[in-house]
């Protein structure tokens, strides 16, 4: 009897399986290792790549995903939306830095008066980053320009950029093409202003809040991104050569020398919460469109 029911839980537990969203993009380095092989999951996962949010709303809507990252701000507000997502865990928590080209700064008041590219709309990190900086050090002159990274990248490879506040792996390519240079680290300055710890809730984890109730399955899921996550931070060389394939052909030599400057880490949402709170009320200062208030503790899963 006791076998039985033993071979019974293997059984209810190899069958049940989750399907995982994941951003077209840099982040694929955090999942390389079950993709490839390299780190094994106690439950199936089928993972998949998203490229729109209107993609994200419908499979979760026809709850066709069961696990998506995102940015954390993004997922903050589609759950404000009331979209049927629960944060959690945080995986990255730094890659953002300002990059010049034929330019110095010598402070950040330098910046007053110039035009800054961001890759990012309003709301999400580069964005509220910047305009935090703006805020913080009355940069009123200071205009603000959006293109997606790669553009930006070209386009200071042209001369026709000078600033950029831009995230790895495409610092590292404006370096390498661009011959640019990396004016400030936008984590230490986030430290500096906050007196938080130089690190962001950049890109978390979100569950479907329906299957909490299967925690015990989805617990081994998150494990096993955990695991992989681990795996890339301690296996930079081979997780880089593996991603390129993911990321359009990108130099592995790029991705390698990014990780270096990239934090992904896994902390549940529960661990950070204080942290996640105090971004999340800096963003809805910011920009209270994307962020309209700080989420309730329902938002936080694990």
Partial sequence: MKMLLILVLLVSVSVFSF?????AGPTVVSVVGLLEGRVTSEVPLKI??????????AQITAKSVDIVI??????????LKNVDLRLAAVTLWSGFYVVTK???????????????YTPQGKGQTGDVLTRFLIGRYNLSNTSIKYAVQNEIVALMSAGKVKIAVLPEPF?????????ASIAFD????WSKLTGKPAQLPITGVFVRGDLLEKSEQLLFALEALKRSIDYAMQNKREVSELSAKYLGGMNPAVIEQALERTIYRYNSAKEKKEE?????SVVNQIEPEAVPRVPDDDFFAF
């Fill in 19 to 23: 399907n995982v969203l994941v951003p």
């Fill in 48 to 57: 998949d790549f998203w490229r729109t949010l209107d993609q994200v709303n």
């Fill in 70 to 79: 995102l940015p954390v701000s993004i997922g903050t507000t589609l759950y």
């Fill in 102 to 116: 034929d330019l110095q700064l010598g402070s950040l008041e330098d910046l007053n008066g110039k035009e800054i």
């Fill in 171 to 179: 610092v590292t390519l404006a370096v390498k093409n661009a011959s």
């Fill in 186 to 189: 936008l984590q230490e300055i």
């Fill in 276 to 280: 996640i709170i105090f971004y999340l």
